[in-house]
């Protein structure tokens, strides 16, 4: 199994900035994507951002030009730069991998952190 462990979440201001980081661990063979997701209450999680292991990346509309996503595939590791943050960021925001354990590729989620955006 994969163990997803997210940090960095907390309560910012308008403009403000936050880091989260995401570490992979357990039985991985390899990842071939990780991610961070979101989900606001009352709304479905949506994709932010995600970073594959040739280093190719990828970005919700709403995010581009304000999110960074980078990673460390020999780490296991990705973190989400997020800046000019907005109210309408706030969420739990989820780290996730597409990893291959032990035959076939699955998805893997964290235990998400909250994202609070508000004066």
């Known amino acids: 199994q994969v163990q997803l462990v997210e940090s960095g979440g907390g309560l910012v201001q308008p403009g403000g900035s936050l880091r989260l980081s995401c570490t992979a661990s357990?039985?991985?063979?390899?990842?071939?994507?990780m991610g961070w997701y979101r989900q606001a209450p009352g709304k479905q999680r949506e994709l932010v951002a995600t970073?594959?292991?040739?280093?190719?990346?990828n970005y919700a509309n709403s995010v581009k030009g304000r999110f960074t996503i980078s990673g460390d595939n020999g780490k296991n590791t990705v973190s989400l730069e997020m800046n000019s943050l907005k109210p309408e960021d706030t969420a739990v925001y989820y780290c996730?991998?597409?990893?291959?354990?032990?035959?076939?590729?699955?998805?893997?989620w964290g235990q998400g952190t909250q994202v609070t955006v508000s004066s």
């Open positions: 357990g039985s991985i063979r390899s990842i071939y994507i």
């Open positions: 970073f594959t292991n040739t280093g190719s990346t």
């Open positions: 996730n991998a597409y990893a291959l354990v032990t035959i076939v590729p699955a998805s893997y």
